[in-house]
């Protein structure tokens, strides 16, 4: 059981006991323990069980319960609580903006037990008359659950990944010497992704009959040569049986509906998917572009695939400076085994004080050290950053003075996110219009499936940004994925850069990029317009070009 594992189940056991209105004393205990955990450096199930209570944050309490964990993967505890807690009290943890005690509240007060009844009685109403919640959290909570049940059932791109090759290995091993495909939206590297759909060269009752044996799989319909099934993962299977014209199905079914219609097919049969486009004297075109119709007009595809080699510097990640999980030099090394030429260092800047945001003490004395590392490290470097708090004027949180320190600037909104568009859009021009301002950070603020975007006039920000020479984040983090790939082209008719950037927290957060990559290719970013793709001599030549142009040398 890894350590992320492990938390969650402490943080679970906390949240129920205040929800069930036990000891809060204990509740707050096992809140910090989960909390220590995330932060430990190693791997709980890889240290010493009689060591683990000497842990920072730890105890021996906790540390018994963790040795359950890890010798059973179950605590007894927690599923002795989740059993006496009514399953829709448990759902409402899910929605944003309820708390364990607001949950108490409409559970043992209130008395609704379903996210369903929670709704109906937020349209009449009745939440506001308790004790704290009031009219605001209301419209909140009513606003959140119909967002939660809006994405119920669906799953973001990168939580499908390694299930569809499970998936297409297993179809692969059953249905020897049979063609099996992956297609639909996880093919077209959608976003978010509501069920996986296969294509397989075979007779729908053979498939049929052969599915019947795995048990995980549930069938739900069958539609002449399509099979529904519910599997045990918690994500449907979709199955087109094909026995002919495969390769015509697969580009059908991975291809916007506008997209395949304007396709030719009154053509021979292709036998794969580059013969199909040859077929009708078009380049090949991947599932992950066939979106707009007006991309078949265009001939000329070159340079227009960007992939994960093409990153050549890690922009826009975290410490332990702040809230990281690593150190300024773990994080570099890590780029340097990744073959990354660079790294810019951009801890959380002072308001953001959730995040042990830097003061302009400890500005200074980072910037000491990443000196000192710079020096033991060349050629690699590090550049000086800070992923600056965009406050409610729009101003950022530190002067000039501090601001002018920095190789470069990621400006981001954090705080007091449900805004009005005009709210919205005049806090970012007035970001944008800083001269330090080198980047936008995660645009619209969205949380995929957990929070929506603020409102936004993208077309106003993209030309803020072309007049104030300010670079686009696409932030990779695959929950975010903001600026959505949607909104890039004009940004490239602008010519805005767009950044490609992790916003790692950790090691394994670097492995993102790949994400932020995928969105990109949706895009048809070229290389030479995504930032973290310069190599180490052109973004420090792009990083001084700026602040010439901007007057700060």
Not at 21 to 32: L, P, V
Not at 350 to 355: G, L, Q, R, T, V
Not at 400 to 415: E, P, Y
Request: glycine share 4%; hydrophobic share 40%; aromatic share 8%.
């Amino acid at each position: 059981m890894s350590n992320s594992e492990l938390a969650n189940s402490f943080s679970l056991l906390a949240k129920l006991m205040e929800i069930n209105g036990e000891n809060s004393f204990k509740a707050k205990s096992y809140s910090s323990t989960a909390f220590a955990i995330e932060k430990l450096p190693v791997q709980l199930s890889e240290i010493v069980v009689n060591e683990i209570q000497y842990l920072k944050g730890i105890g021996p309490s906790s540390a018994k319960k963790i040795e359950e964990l890890l010798k059973t993967g179950t605590l007894i505890q927690l599923e002795e609580i989740i059993f006496s807690t009514p399953p829709g009290v448990l759902e409402m943890i899910k929605i944003k903006g309820l708390g364990p005690k607001k949950i108490n509240t409409i559970w043992k007060e209130m008395e609704l037990e379903s996210v369903g009844e929670l709704l109906y009685a937020c349209k009449e109403n009745r939440l506001k008359l308790y004790k704290g919640f009031g009219e605001k959290t209301q419209t909140a909570v009513l606003d959140y659950i119909e967002f939660y049940l809006k994405n119920k059932g669906s799953f973001l791109y990168s939580q499908t990944i390694n299930i569809a090759e499970q998936f297409k290995h297993l179809f692969q091993n059953i249905f020897v010497k049979k063609d099996v495909f992956i297609t639909g939206d996880f093919a077209r590297q959608m976003e978010i992704i509501s069920q996986l759909e296969f294509i397989i060269n075979e007779d729908v009752n053979i498939v049929e009959n052969t599915i019947l044996k795995i048990e995980e799989f549930q069938l739900l319909t069958k539609d002449q040569n399509e099979l529904l099934y519910k599997t045990g993962t918690g994500i449907n299977i979709k199955i087109y049986a094909v026995k002919e014209n495969v390769i015509e199905k697969l580009i059908e079914t991975s291809s916007s509906i506008s997209f395949y219609e304007a396709l030719n097919s009154d053509v021979e049969t292709a036998n794969s998917e580059e013969h199909y486009f040859q077929l009708r004297d078009l380049p090949y075109l991947p599932a992950f572009v066939r979106e707009d119709a007006a991309l078949l007009i265009q001939k000329d595809y070159s340079n227009v695939h960007l992939h994960e080699n093409d990153i050549k510097g890690l922009i826009h990640c975290h410490s332990t400076w702040s809230d990281g999980n690593n150190t300024i030099e773990e994080m570099a090394n890590a780029c340097i085994e990744k073959g990354l030429e660079y790294m810019a260092i951009s801890d959380h800047s002072k308001s953001a004080f959730y995040a042990q945001g830097l003061n302009e003490t400890q500005i200074k004395t980072q910037q000491i050290e990443i000196d000192k590392i710079n020096s033991r490290l060349a050629p690699f470097k590090i550049f000086k950053s800070i992923e600056s708090d965009i406050l409610n004027d729009g101003n950022l949180d530190y002067t000039n003075s501090i601001l002018s320190t920095f190789d470069l600037v990621i400006a981001s909104v954090h705080s007091n996110l449900k805004m009005t568009e005009e709210k919205a859009m005049n806090r970012l021009l007035t970001a944008i219009e800083n001269p330090y301002t080198t980047i936008l950070g995660h645009l619209t603020g969205r949380l995929l499936l957990s929070r929506p975007s603020y409102s936004v006039n993208f077309k106003k920000i993209i030309d803020a940004c072309a007049a104030n020479n300010v670079v686009i984040e696409l932030n990779a983090n695959p929950n975010r994925l903001d600026i959505d790939w949607r909104e890039i082209k004009y940004a490239l008719d602008k010519n805005v850069l767009i950044s490609i950037n992790p916003d790692a927290h950790s090691l394994k957060g670097i492995d993102d990029i790949k994400y932020g990559v995928f969105s990109a290719q949706k895009a048809m970013l070229p290389k030479e317009k995504n930032l973290s793709s310069f190599s180490l001599q052109s973004f420090n030549d792009f990083v001084e070009n700026r602040k010439r142009i901007k007057g700060m040398q």
